[in-house]
């Protein structure tokens, strides 16, 4: 935390390639720090920290208004076209080390096309990432972020009937995180008001964990 009229929350994007991870920091954010282009390999090479300026209007603490400060950490994708998965591992640990080992993490994204049905295999490999990152309790702070929510609309679905026809992988998925889960737009820019729906939604998941924090001085 920065001052006493001032939070920040710590997040990192997770997923595999094209699920559009980047682009849901950029729009976390507020801004295009990530390079986020259809490819047909992984764009993403390198883990980077985005910041956001302040924002207003999200949080009261003590009875006033407190400005919000969001910090993204972009990573590879997992699996990658480029790179092993242990590859990847070692560098978003190495990165989170480095970001966020003073303040820690607040919440992972692991990022899902809402547009794409879940198999197995993937659900698989994104859990096992999570949980090489941030151990057991790795449940507690991860939500799931199904982007290209917009396509799932245009094919005429809503929230309620997408879940109801959800795949029993990606159900069991959101049941093991307790349900955090958000759908996000893929449009190349997100308003202002939806970007704060997404925040407000974060910000509660953040608080129902009593804004515990992992990976702190985990420092050997």
């Keep these: 935390m920065a001052d006493s009229n001032e939070m ?44 956001s300026g302040r924002i207003l209007g999200l949080v ?10 969001v910090r993204v950490l972009d990573t590879p994708s997992y699996p990658h076209s480029a790179l092993s998965k ?34 197995q295999d993937e659900s698989n490999d994104a859990v096992q990432l999570v949980q090489e990152l941030l151990g057991p309790t790795w ?3 991860t939500a799931v972020l199904l982007t290209h929510a917009d396509k799932a609309e245009e ?36 308003i202002k008001e939806e970007r704060n729906i997404v925040l407000r939604k974060l910000l509660n998941f953040i608080q129902k964990n009593n804004y515990q924090v ?4 985990n420092k050997e």
């Excluded at 591992?89 to 994204?109: C, I, K, M, S, Y």
């Excluded at 992992?214 to 001085?217: C, D, P, Q, R």
């Design 8 to 51: 920040s929350i710590n997040l990192v994007v997770l997923g595999r390639t094209q699920t559009g991870k980047s682009a849901a920091g950029n729009s976390l954010l507020g801004s295009s720090d990530f390079e986020s282009r259809l490819s047909p390999s992984s764009v993403t090479t390198r883990c980077s920290l985005g910041r």
């Design 139 to 141: 449940k507690d702070f």
């Design 86 to 119: 242990e590859q990847v591992r070692d560098t978003v640990r190495g990165a989170l080390a480095q970001h966020f080992g003073e303040e820690g993490l607040h919440l992972a994204l692991l990022v899902l096309r809402a547009d794409l049905p879940l198999c």
């Design 60 to 69: 009261r603490r003590k009875g006033r208004e407190s400005a919000l400060r």
């Design 155 to 190: 094919a005429g679905y809503n929230e309620d009937t997408y879940l109801n026809s959800a795949s029993s992988t990606l159900l069991s998925l959101l049941n093991s995180v307790q349900h955090k889960y958000i759908f996000l737009d893929n449009h190349n820019s997100i």
């Design 214 to 217: 992992l990976l702190k001085h």
